[in-house]
């Protein structure tokens, strides 16, 4: 089975510790990387692909030095090895137009405004990621305990029988 | 022959024949019979013939008779004749052909041989009446001895009824109106009003006060008025008002107009000064011009000049109406542009005002922000005041105390250098979640883990560990609290010196400072930005700082615009002359429209989805206005990667400042 990491990509320093241990109940089944730039971003995604780990739940400030967070994500979706992460944007400032954008080119999945409330970031980062787990051919039992339990019980269970049937 | 010297006699005959002796018998018959008043001379040569008749006329004296006997073998006499026809001089002359045969040749008497010598003498005689009375009335007289009385009476009689005729004609051009166009108005009056009192027996002079109403609009008139001395105006009422139609121009005759068409009145006359005046009944006047044609022909020039001075005038009065209307249209462009410059200011002002407004709310806001954020400063600052001292109260105080105080102290690693720790640290005890753990806690690499951990069991380890975070947690957390509030605090007091600055004039005033103000507030604006500060040595000047912070923000988000989220800002600050300050605003965008640089200070602005767009437009002109209200100066230099604006400010403004009171 492979690992699965959330990436966390935010310039603001008291910021990125926030999200991070916000996101710290979630630590003990997925890798947690903050990153405070793009670049650091792209090299962090590149290290995970060569250590064979998957970014799971990709989770972007919008306003970011020199490139908006959309654009970055819209880079990422024409990325074949980050097409299938999950992609959430964390801000306080992209407009109307930019999460049009966002969800129609990127196929943004969550807008997260700031200021979060811990409880709503973690159902964000919970449901989005058991989407991706779903997704994945990954076995579904590990998450059962820290992600959606009975969604992913219910999928099991539905492989089994198509498992069993064939 | 004859000599001509001493003669007074200036008419002549001339004769032209053959033989000598019928020549001289010709000569001699005719002289007889015009009893010598005519002289006549006879040729046989032709020659001698021609030149006597040049030379007579170069005299000046006059040829009545040409004689030629058309036997003759020097000359065709007809021809001789035509020929002398044809000559203007010889034209009054008759010519006669002594011929044996007639042919009815045209302008020309022919006597037929063998001629009786009185009927000859008879013809002569004829001729030379008709040449008198036709061509020499003057010297009739000299004729009267021999004249033809029956043809005298004739011509008497033609003469007579030319005569007549004559003076038929000349009384037709006196009667003509333009025979007087050299006699003045005044005199032309005078001739009419003289034969009014002749033909009327000086009908009585009547005083009419100034203000009387002579005619009124739209009512019958039954007599005229000449008018002998004062003035009359024609008037007409239009809503109300009474446009003057003639003054001067109304000239001395009044009513006739309306008289002759038989119509009412249509225009006021009233005497504008006391008048004399003579007021005829249209039965008095139709008698005077009966009784005078010489009236008549006064009275229809003076009215003729009279109605060719209204003429005139009502041309002026045209001539000034669209006069008139030329200068109210351009009047009215005028009024129209003022108006248009009235409605871009009353835009501005609206706008200025909200932009007023909301400056009061946010001076208003950011003094309510002051007091949470002092609160939640001083608390962090409390809260780590008591918290320092409780690591120690752990087992493992100084281990926690190190962890708390470089978590509040210690200046961040890079993202990427923390990763590399871990990488590292993690390659070395063979666990990333630990190794992840360890970094983040300050233990970077194996040598501290070993200080740190070396002697424990995984349990103690772990407890030791959660406790580390736990504390490194507290240390990190209060200075994120600690830096996040003070950048509250840094923007606030920004925001308030910024809005604060709109206060009016200020001396003493550091423009940069002024421009940090509007770095600060426009820094979510100017991320990948990289902003160089160029500040010089540059004296304070006195100027409104509000309404600079306007200037400097509408440059400085014009630029970052216009690098559209990446690019070198540079803002200078230099003193290019004594008191003076110049502050350049530069972006490394790519430039502005060649075709728009000209003009870029006066577009208007444009509002996009309802709010003020401060690109290129308002922010620009407003940025100008102000500027030019400081005394100072702003230019704009621009092409591909550089543009820059150029703000020139004076030591102070112009003592009549308009902005701020």
Same mark, same amino acid.
């Given at each position: 089975m492979s690992e699965i990491a959330i990436v966390v990509i935010e310039d603001e320093r008291e910021v990125r510790d926030a999200v991070v241990r916000d996101l710290a109940p979630f630590a003990g089944h997925f890798r947690i990387e903050a990153t405070e730039d793009v670049d650091d971003a792209r090299n962090l995604l590149a290290e995970l692909a060569a250590d064979d780990v998957?970014?799971?739940l990709i989770l972007c400030d919008h306003l970011l030095p020199g490139v908006l967070g959309i654009d970055f994500l819209i880079e990422l979706e024409a990325e074949p090895k980050t097409r299938g992460a999950r992609k959430v944007l964390l801000t306080g400032q992209a407009g109307l137009e930019d999460t049009i954008r966002a969800v129609n080119e990127a196929k943004l999945d969550y807008y997260v405004a700031k200021p979060w409330s811990p409880e709503s970031l973690h159902q964000v980062v919970s449901s989005q990621l058991t989407e991706f787990v779903l997704a994945s051919?990954?076995?579904v039992l590990p998450y059962v305990s820290i992600l959606d339990g009975p969604r992913l019980l219910d999928a099991a269970s539905q492989r089994g029988w198509e498992g069993r049937a064939t | 022959m004859s000599d001509e010297a001493g003669r007074h006699a200036n008419y002549y005959a001339l004769c032209l024949g053959e033989h000598r002796d019928e020549v001289d018998d010709l000569v001699g018959r005719i002289t007889q019979a015009t009893r010598g008043v005519i002289v006549v001379e006879g040729f046989v040569k032709v020659n001698w013939f021609r030149e006597r008749m040049s030379r007579l006329i170069a005299r000046g004296d006059h040829v009545v008779l040409v004689i030629i006997d058309d036997q003759v073998t020097a000359v065709d006499g007809p021809k001789l004749l035509d020929e002398l026809g044809t000559t203007p001089e010889f034209e009054p002359a008759t010519r006669m052909l002594l011929v044996s045969r007639p042919e009815d040749r045209e302008g020309v008497v022919e006597v037929v041989r063998p001629w009786s010598d009185q009927g000859l003498a008879h013809l002569a005689q004829s001729l030379v009446t008709v040449y008198f009375v036709e061509h020499a009335p003057e010297d009739m007289e000299r004729i009267g001895g021999f004249a033809d009385t029956e043809l005298l009476s004739v011509a008497y009689t033609e003469t007579e009824k030319e005569l007549q005729r004559t003076e038929s004609q000349m009384e037709r051009l006196q009667r003509s109106f333009f025979v007087d166009a050299d006699v003045p108005d005044d005199e032309v009056e005078r001739r009419m009003i003289d034969e009014i009192d002749r033909t009327l027996a000086e009908p009585e002079r009547v005083t009419i006060p100034a203000g009387t109403v002579l005619l009124r609009h739209g009512q019958a008139v039954d007599r005229i008025w000449i008018v002998l001395d004062g003035e009359v105006r024609l008037t007409r009422t239009v809503d109300g008002r009474e446009i003057v /139609?003639? /003054?001067?121009?109304?000239?001395?005759?009044?009513?006739l107009m309306a008289v002759a068409r038989n119509q009412p009145a249509f225009m006021d006359a009233t005497a504008g000064t006391d008048l004399t005046a003579i007021s005829l009944t249209l039965e008095e006047l139709d008698r005077a011009l009966r009784g005078s044609e010489t009236l008549a022909v006064h009275f229809v020039t003076a009215l003729l000049r009279s109605m060719v001075r209204r003429h005139q005038r009502s041309i002026d009065l045209r001539l000034q109406v669209d006069q008139l209307n030329l200068d109210l249209a351009k009047e009215r462009d005028q009024l129209a542009a003022a108006l248009a410059q009235l409605e871009h200011a009353q835009t501005r002002l609206i706008e200025s005002e909200k932009m007023a407004t909301l400056g009061q709310l946010v001076a208003g806001i950011g003094h309510e922000l002051n007091n949470p954020i002092a609160a939640i400063g001083r608390a962090a600052d409390f809260i780590t005041q008591d918290l320092s001292e409780l690591p120690l109260a752990h087992v493992d105080g100084v281990m926690m105390q190190q962890a708390f105080d470089e978590a509040l102290h210690r200046p961040p690693i890079s993202t990427a250098e923390e990763r590399s720790q871990r990488n590292a640290l993690a390659a070395s005890i063979g666990d990333r979640a630990l190794a992840g753990r360890l970094v983040s806690v300050g233990v970077s690499d194996a040598a501290d883990f070993q200080l740190a951990f070396g002697d424990l069991s995984d349990d103690e380890r772990e407890r030791r560990l959660v406790d580390l975070e736990r504390y490194h947690q507290l240390g990190l957390s209060l200075r994120n609290i600690r830096s996040a509030a003070g950048r509250i605090g840094d923007l606030v007091g920004s925001l308030r010196s910024y809005a604060r600055a709109g206060q009016g004039l200020a001396t003493g005033v550091e423009v940069a400072a002024g421009i940090e103000d509007t770095l600060l507030l426009l820094g979510h604006e100017l991320r990948g930005i990289d902003v160089v500060r160029e500040y010089g040595e540059v004296p304070q000047i006195a100027c409104f700082p509000g309404q600079l912070n306007q200037v400097w923000t509408n440059l400085i988000h014009n630029a970052i615009r216009a690098m559209d989220g990446s690019g070198t800002l540079t803002v200078r600050t230099s003193s290019p002359g004594a008191g003076v300050v110049q502050v350049e605003i530069e972006d490394s965008g790519p430039g502005i429209d060649p075709s728009h640089i000209d003009q870029i200070f006066d577009m208007h602005f444009t509002t996009a989805g309802g709010r003020v767009d401060f690109g290129l437009g308002l922010g620009l002109r407003l940025a100008k206005d102000i500027v030019t209200q400081h005394g100072g100066t702003i230019a704009v230099e621009s092409g591909p990667g550089r543009t820059c604006f150029v703000v020139t400010l004076p030591p102070e403004p112009p003592e009549a400042n308009p902005g701020e009171s």
């Open positions: 998957l970014a799971g051919d990954e076995d | /139609l003639h /003054l001067r121009t109304a000239g001395r005759i009044v009513g």
